[in-house]
T-cell receptor
Framework: KAGVTQTPRYLIKTRGQQVTLSCSPI?????VSWYQQTPGQGLQFLFE???????NKGNFPGRFSGRQFSNSRSEMNVSTLELGDSALYLC?????????????FGPGTRLLVL | DQQVKQNSPSLSVQEGRISILNCDYT??????FLWYKKYPAEGPTFLIS?????DKNEDGRFTVFLNKSAKHLSLHIVPSQPGDSAVYFC?????????????FGGGTRLMVKP
């Protein structure tokens, strides 16, 4: 069974630009969560999607948004990029996203904002 | 305000000995706890979890202990192996959250010396 895939793996952008990251969950998984990892703040929850609906949202500004498609693939978008958005963005999937299900993480997309 | 804290950024242990990684939390609503392991350039990998109704859970070389009154959990690895060298994250989720929303600690880098 293929794992969680994320594209692209690396990305360089400049301040003010926008970026879209993609996540394909494990086949059959309907819950997709996004996390941001930075050296200063650690791993922080961004949002979770289930059946094309945002079910949970972390404490991030509105510049961070996401969506989920009918095939459970998910995208996250960051508009008006800031230097502080440089981070590793991880997505994780699970079957239904209930609390005691194991979440499987992808390898992440490393974003550098110059 | 960090709700999940791993106060030791790094730990060095000799192969064959016990590794003990610690984690403290402040939010009394957390009722499910997990440990993830992360290698460089990979996403976190689930290791072991524990529900707040238990105080211990074992899986092979890995045991997690939960002390609810102290709001403290620990991961024991016995015996430690060089392949265990990685960054370990503890994570927690809260009763009130539908779906998946994990709060992570800052991580502890474990180095197991041959």
């Amino acid at each position: 069974k293929a794992g969680v895939t994320q594209t692209p793996r690396y990305l360089i952008k400049t301040r003010g630009q926008q970026v879209t990251l993609s996540c394909s969950p494990i086949s059959g998984h309907r819950s997709v969560s996004w996390y941001q990892q930075t050296p200063g703040q650690g791993l922080q929850f961004l949002f979770e999607y289930f059946s094309e609906t945002q079910r949970n949202k972390g404490n991030f500004p509105g510049r961070f948004s996401g969506r989920q498609f009918s095939n459970s693939r998910s995208e996250m978008n960051v508009s008006t990029l800031e230097l502080g958005d440089s981070a590793l963005y991880l997505c994780a999937s699970s079957f239904t996203g209930t609390k005691q299900e194991t979440q499987y993480f992808g390898p992440g997309t490393r974003l550098l904002v110059l | 305000d960090q709700q999940v804290k791993q106060n030791s950024p790094s730990l060095s242990v000799q192969e064959g000995r016990i590794s003990i990684l610690n984690c403290d939390y402040t939010n009394s609503m957390f009722d499910y706890f997990l440990w993830y392991k992360k290698y460089p350039a990979e996403g976190p990998t689930f290791l072991i979890s524990i529900s707040s109704i238990k105080d211990k859970n074992e899986d092979g070389r890995f045991t997690v202990f939960l002390n609810k009154s102290a709001k403290h959990l620990s991961l024991h690895i016995v015996p430690s192996q060089p392949g265990d060298s990685a960054v370990y994250f503890c994570a927690a989720s809260a009763l009130r959250n539908a779906g998946n929303m994990l709060t992570f600690g800052g991580g502890t880098r474990l180095m197991v010396k041959p």
